[in-house]
């Protein structure tokens, strides 16, 4: 998984572990970072400003 602003703000993408098959799992004109893995491996979480303020 990746943060990259190549779209002109932060968005998270699912990436395989050399660098290919990149999938964009957020669009949004507000900013998300630091994408994780739960521990089950079936969820992400990641931060965002959608609202105004950093929220999980």
Excluded at 1 to 22: H, K, P
Excluded at 43 to 49: A, N
Aim: proline share 4%.
């Amino acid at each position: 998984m990746l943060q990259t602003r190549r779209d002109g703000n932060d968005e998270i993408y699912f990436t395989e572990a050399d660098g290919s098959g990149q999938i964009r799992l957020t669009s949004n004109a507000s900013g998300e970072q630091n994408p994780a893995w739960s521990p089950d491996g079936y969820q992400i979480v990641y931060q965002t400003d959608r609202d105004g303020n950093w929220n999980i």
